[in-house]
């Protein structure tokens, strides 16, 4: 099955700062890439997706990049806020189900 | 916006007895999930549902789990009899279909086992 390694666990930048997230994945079927932001008690918010036919995708101050050949995908959040402060999941799959990474604390550093 | 509802929103059960968790995915939606996670975890699926019947499952989704979709608008996750580590935030979900993920989750229902 699929295997989702994600990286850093904890991640503190200061305000307006950039921060990047970067998982792995094992399966080369996978073909769809999300990432979801959690809030403590809540659902995951999806914020950025890829799929396997994109290399880059860029939503304001989100970006996600996709490395099929290496398996790896990560996510960068520009002028970073505090309300980005939450846990970021990233996750790999398709239409039968997503592994999600163990998630990153972002906190965000007045 | 369209939501995938969820109800209800916290059970508290004893060990040993079974829980019914409903879900009401979005009308248009094709693929049905149930994932959980374990406080302060990450989330882990469970099963995936497509065309009224299991596509996928995980080695967590064992015997004391089942899925139904018993009205065309309702998905259930039933688990028979509860475990301490069945507590858990269960998530449900839907997506369109395999030419266009975009899951969407539901607020989640808190299950406490005592």
């Known amino acids: 099955g699929e295997n989702v390694e994600q990286h850093p666990s904890t991640l503190s930048v200061q305000e307006g700062d950039s921060a990047v997230i970067k998982c792995t994945y094992s399966?080369?079927?996978?073909?769809?890439f999300p990432w979801y932001k959690q809030e403590l008690g809540k659902r995951p918010q999806l914020i950025i997706d890829?799929?396997?036919?994109?290399g880059e995708k860029k939503d304001q101050r989100i970006a996600v990049t996709l490395n099929k050949t290496a398996k790896h995908f990560s996510l960068h959040i520009t002028e970073t806020q505090p309300e980005d402060s939450a846990v970021y999941f990233c996750a790999a799959g398709g239409a039968d189900g997503l592994t999600f990474g163990k998630g990153t604390h972002l906190i965000i550093q007045p | 916006e369209p939501e995938v509802t969820q109800t209800p929103s916290h059970q508290v059960t004893q060990m040993g007895q079974e829980v019914i968790l409903r879900c009401v995915p979005i009308?248009?939606?094709?693929?049905f999930y149930w994932y959980r996670q374990i406080l302060g975890q990450k989330v882990e699926f469970l099963v995936s549902f497509y065309n009224n019947e299991i596509s996928e499952k995980s080695e967590i989704f064992d015997d004391q789990f089942s899925v139904e979709r018993p009205d065309g608008s309702n998905f259930t996750l039933k688990i028979r009899s509860t475990k301490l580590e069945d507590s858990a935030m269960y998530f449900c979900?839907?997506?369109?279909?395999?030419?266009?993920?975009?899951?969407?989750f539901g607020s989640g229902t808190r299950l406490t086992v005592v």
């Open positions: 890829i799929r396997s036919n994109v």
């Open positions: 009308s248009n939606h094709l693929y």
């Open positions: 399966d080369s079927a996978s073909n769809y």
């Open positions: 979900a839907s997506s369109v279909g395999s030419l266009s993920y975009g899951y969407t």
